[in-house]
């Protein structure tokens, strides 16, 4: 088997940090913590309801990568996609503020697809 790179811990952390903050956004907009809820150009439900979706779905994607199946890249970069996306419709704007949430969703969705060029997780752990 082959060993573990940077790559893969940077990608399986990275994915952690993704499950505990939109947890814990989720849970800021169901209990508006520090007012959350006005700082949205959107309704909230449809913020919390879909970012516990996206939390419970890294959660999923998350033994799957330490497993090193091929497949766990790409929901990992859907998963970042969506995040930035994300970004963009809570913020209401094309002109969005740069935060470590969608820092950390680049950097994912750049580890994914340097994942797959140097063929991060081969074939035989698909």
Known sequence: MQKRTLISYLLIVLSVE??????????????????VR?????????????GAVIAILFAVALPVLVQRK??????????AASDI???FIAQGTVF???????????????????????????????
């Not at 903050?21 to 007012?35: E, K, R």
């Not at 091929?70 to 998963?79: E, F, G, I, N, P």
């Open 85 to 87: 996306i994300g970004e």
């Open 18 to 35: 993704k499950i505990v903050q939109h947890t814990f956004v989720s849970l800021a907009f169901l209990y508006d913590i520090g007012g």
């Open 96 to 126: 969005v503020a740069i935060n470590v949430s969608i820092i950390v969703a680049v950097t994912l969705l750049f580890l994914c697809i340097f994942g797959f060029r140097i063929k991060l997780y081969s074939p035989q752990h698909s």
């Open 70 to 79: 091929r497949w766990s890249l790409y929901l990992v970069m859907l998963l």
């Open 38 to 50: 006005s700082t949205v150009a959107v309704d909230y439900r449809a913020l919390m309801i879909s």
